[in-house]
């Protein structure tokens, strides 16, 4: 959700595109070198350490004791990233507290308060030996050349008009769309190798990964061995794509649960989502270069909804989005039963709220701006209702406790209002429910023209 968020945060300030291009806002990625072995040394509070030596079969055994962490070691990783932190405080750059791989720099040592990307500022975020950073191309061209000087540098590129780069993962592109700037996010090439590994790429066509959940219980036969392997397989592969991939995050997250015993049916179903995702393979999170920010969050329920798997706990999903770009999404089974449509939903706006508290705390660190309260949208009466009541509905008495933070933080309209929006164009519902194409389809556009309406923010 970080690095999304930081490639769709937009401007503080009016975007003019006449300016000097040195001050021309970017995205830049890069990768340390030999980064374990430029890791915090080992100091007195740290137990010795020794590692033993052999050149040749008979030599005599060298033992030696290391200054600091080798590659394998458990430790390796959190020394490296104590070195980076330690170097990038002594360099001004103040660390989140709400992601501890989240960094925002001013230039100077001197100024705390400065607005995000101001002067010489950057932002940027850490995966152990990958960086992600957003700034002016003067202040990204300066700080790699301050990292050249502490570190060894693989490379470092700036994304750029054709000149996409990939960060964890992730592929980042530059595009020009009627003179606006628009950023994109996918996992395209990994989805082809997936494909083609195990001979999907030319699967039939499918406008809906599970557009009804009945298939799974089309054929209860347990799997074999075999299959069972392959089924694990292909769920741990799906997972991974969910990282862009918010259009199947629902479908996967079901199937999820028959991996201790997936049967023939799941397997089917598996195999539908799987070519899905070959028929929609220009599938792309796309978020304009605009000034300011516009946030979007979204909840909902599915009340008992997975009744055929004899369960009755209800389903929740929420979306956030920044700027038109979802950054964050959920879909996951509640962890208690839920005795009413009311408190299924309560409890989603709350998972909402949530999450959509730490985007803004991490957006606030980050420099920007937020507005309180902010919005969550639902398309149900119970979470508007129970938010403005002054005492709980028959239904829920007795089911939340008032005394409860979360609670007293879920009534205050201080921080945060439920907003009554059409089912229609609750985003959050492909995250609760199996949707036909056609009901895919009216959410899609729906996200498509929330885009194109902030792309209008773009400062001429």
Not at 259 to 288: C, H, Q
Not at 422 to 432: P, S
Request: overall charge negative.
């Amino acid at each position: 959700s970080t690095v999304k968020q930081l490639v769709a945060t937009g401007m503080e300030v009016d975007i003019v595109h006449d300016a000097d291009p040195e001050d021309e806002d970017v995205i830049s990625i890069g990768d340390i070198a030999s980064a374990f072995l430029v890791g915090k040394e080992y100091g007195g509070d740290d137990r010795p350490r020794y590692v033993s030596y052999r050149a040749f079969n008979g030599a005599k055994l060298s033992v030696f004791q290391l200054l600091g962490s080798l590659y394998g070691q458990r430790d390796a990783s959190y020394r490296w990233y104590q070195s980076l932190t330690e170097w990038l405080e002594s360099e001004g750059y103040m660390q989140c507290d709400n992601d501890k791989c989240l960094f925002r720099g001013h230039g100077s040592t001197e100024v705390k308060d400065a607005a995000m990307f101001e002067g010489n500022g950057i932002a940027l975020a850490v995966h152990v030996d990958d960086i992600i950073t957003r700034g002016s191309r003067r202040a990204t061209k300066l700080f790699w050349a301050k990292v050249q000087g502490k570190f060894e540098l693989k490379g470092w590129d700036i994304v750029d008009y054709d000149n996409p780069l990939v960060y964890t993962g992730l592929t980042i592109s530059k595009l020009n769309r009627d003179g606006k700037v628009w950023y994109t996010l996918d996992q395209r090439s990994d989805i082809i190798d997936f494909l083609d590994e195990h001979n999907m790429s030319s699967a039939r066509h499918t406008d809906a990964p599970m557009p009804h959940k009945e298939e799974i219980y089309s054929d209860n036969t347990p799997l074999s061995n075999q299959d069972h392997a392959t089924y694990r397989s292909l769920i741990g592969s799906l997972v991974w794509f969910t990282q862009t991939r918010w259009d199947i995050a629902h479908d996967i997250n079901r199937l999820s649960q028959w991996l201790s015993a997936p049967t023939k049916g799941a397997m089917k179903s598996l195999r539908r989502v799987i070519a899905y995702l070959a028929s929609t393979l220009d599938f792309k999170l796309e978020v304009p270069r605009v000034a300011g920010n516009t946030w979007h969050v979204y909840s909902d329920s599915d009340h008992a909804g997975d009744r055929s798997a004899n369960s009755a706990r209800s389903r929740t999903g929420v979306m956030i989005m920044l700027n038109g770009m979802p950054i964050h999404w959920r879909s996951n089974k509640q962890p208690v039963t839920s005795i009413s449509s009311a408190q299924a939903e309560i409890y989603a706006m709350s998972e909402a709220a949530r999450d959509a508290r730490l985007r803004l705390w991490v957006h606030e660190e980050l420099g920007g701006h937020v507005s309180y309260p902010f919005h969550v949208l639902v398309d149900n009466a119970a979470g508007i209702s129970f938010q403005g009541s002054t005492c709980q509905a028959s239904k829920l008495r007795g089911i939340f406790d008032v005394r409860d933070k979360w609670v007293k933080d879920l009534k205050n309209m201080d921080v945060l209002k439920a907003v009554k929006v059409d089912t229609k164009v609750n985003l959050a519902d492909i995250f609760t429910k199996c949707l036909t194409s056609q009901v895919r389809a009216t959410l899609m556009n729906e996200l498509a023209r929330i885009a194109k309406e902030v792309s209008v923010n773009v400062a001429i």
